[in-house]
């Protein structure tokens, strides 16, 4: 599986923005996909995501805020995030994997595939 993450870019506080997560190479039926971020200086952090059953899941900071979606026909992820804050300033990769069990899709080291990353800048 190859994923190709887009839509990064520079908003201001307040904002919204929508990336995507294209794969390619074959089905997404059956991965657990998830969206991750890493901001400078820190760890990689799970943001949103899907097991492989489409059950989701968010992290704290952006319940309410952002929503991730998929469309498995297209083999596309979304993450349409809202009201953006400066401190959600980061790189944000998508990755999917087969093996991923329910109890680790915020784990980032579960993940086999991954995308190459997009920046989101917010400014205050």
């Known amino acids: 599986v190859q994923l190709q993450a887009s839509g990064g870019g520079l908003v201001q506080t307040g904002g919204s923005l929508r990336l995507s997560c294209a794969a390619s190479?074959?089905?997404?039926?059956?991965?657990?996909m998830g969206w991750f971020r890493q901001a400078s200086g820190k760890e990689r952090e799970f943001v949103a995501g899907?097991?492989?059953?489409?059950?989701?899941a968010s992290a704290d900071s952006v319940k309410g805020r952002f929503t991730a979606t998929r469309d498995t026909a297209r083999r596309t992820m979304y993450l349409q995030m809202n009201d953006l804050k400066p401190e959600d300033t980061a790189v944000y990769y998508c990755a999917a994997d087969r093996s991923v069990i329910a109890s680790n899709i915020r784990t980032q080291s579960a993940y086999d595939y991954w995308g190459q990353g997009t920046l989101v800048t917010v400014s205050s």
């Open positions: 190479g074959r089905s997404l039926n059956g991965y657990a």
């Open positions: 899907f097991n492989r059953s489409g059950g989701s």
